[in-house]
């Protein structure tokens, strides 16, 4: 099955600084990569997602970037901010496999003022 | 209001006694799923449903057990709790077998098994 890898496990960055969070997968079938962003004591909630026929979303002060030959996407936070601070969540979805989406283990990132 | 919705949010029970977590959502959604969070091992799927009377088992299923009788709700039932299952339960729908689509979450339930 699909195995999702995420880095780092913890980020901390300075208000106005960008934040990087990277993700590899193992399945060359998957083609939908969502990012949710959880805040502490909260359900976790949709930010961002590309599909695999497009290479970079942005929304905002957020990106996301996918480099299918390499099997990788990074999300991407520009001019942070105290309320980015959260954990955020990378995940894939396989095609045919309906909605079933594979999560990584989470990025706790910090914004310090 | 559009949402997914979860009873109950918290939950402290006893090894052995069965219990069961109540999953509702009003957006007419086809798929539905449920996830354990623990920590460093982000969200693991236990169970989803495509369909009413559809249901297959995810990456963790051991020790629990759903239904899908109505297409809005779905049960997840754990007939002997075991302390390896305190966590924190996430139900989550999606729109269409056609997907993948956006997954709504519900608020979760913290259950405590002692």
């Known amino acids: 099955g699909e195995n999702v890898e995420q880095h780092p496990s913890t980020l901390s960055v300075q208000e106005g600084d960008s934040a990087v969070i990277k993700c590899t997968y193992s399945?060359?079938?998957?083609?939908?990569f969502p990012w949710y962003k959880q805040e502490l004591g909260k359900r976790p909630q949709l930010i961002i997602d590309?599909?695999?026929?497009?290479g970079e979303k942005k929304d905002q002060r957020i990106a996301v970037t996918l480099n299918k030959t390499a099997k990788h996407f990074s999300l991407h936070i520009t001019e942070t901010q105290p309320e980015d601070s959260a954990v955020y969540f990378c995940?894939?979805?396989?095609?045919?496999?309906?909605?079933?989406?594979?999560f990584g283990t989470g990025t706790q990132l910090k914004v310090e003022l | 209001e559009a949402q997914v919705t979860q009873n109950p949010r918290y939950l402290i029970t006893v090894t052995g006694k069965k219990l069961t977590v109540t999953c509702s959502q009003n957006?007419?959604?086809?798929?539905m799923s449920w996830y354990r969070q623990d920590p460093g091992l982000g969200l693991r799927q236990i169970y989803y449903s495509m369909n009413v009377e559809v249901t297959d088992k995810g990456d963790v299923p051991e020790g629990y057990k759903v239904s899908r009788k109505e297409k809005r709700n779905f049960p997840l039932i754990l007939e002997s709790p075991s302390p390896n299952q305190t966590s924190l339960y996430f139900c989550?729908?999606?729109?269409?077998?056609?997907?993948?689509?956006?997954?709504?979450f519900g608020p979760g339930t913290r259950l405590t098994v002692t």
């Open positions: 957006m007419n959604h086809e798929y």
């Open positions: 989550a729908s999606s729109l269409g077998l056609a997907g993948p689509y956006e997954q709504y």
């Open positions: 399945d060359s079938a998957s083609n939908y």
């Open positions: 590309i599909r695999s026929n497009v």
């Open positions: 995940a894939a979805s396989m095609a045919g496999g309906g909605n079933k989406l594979t």
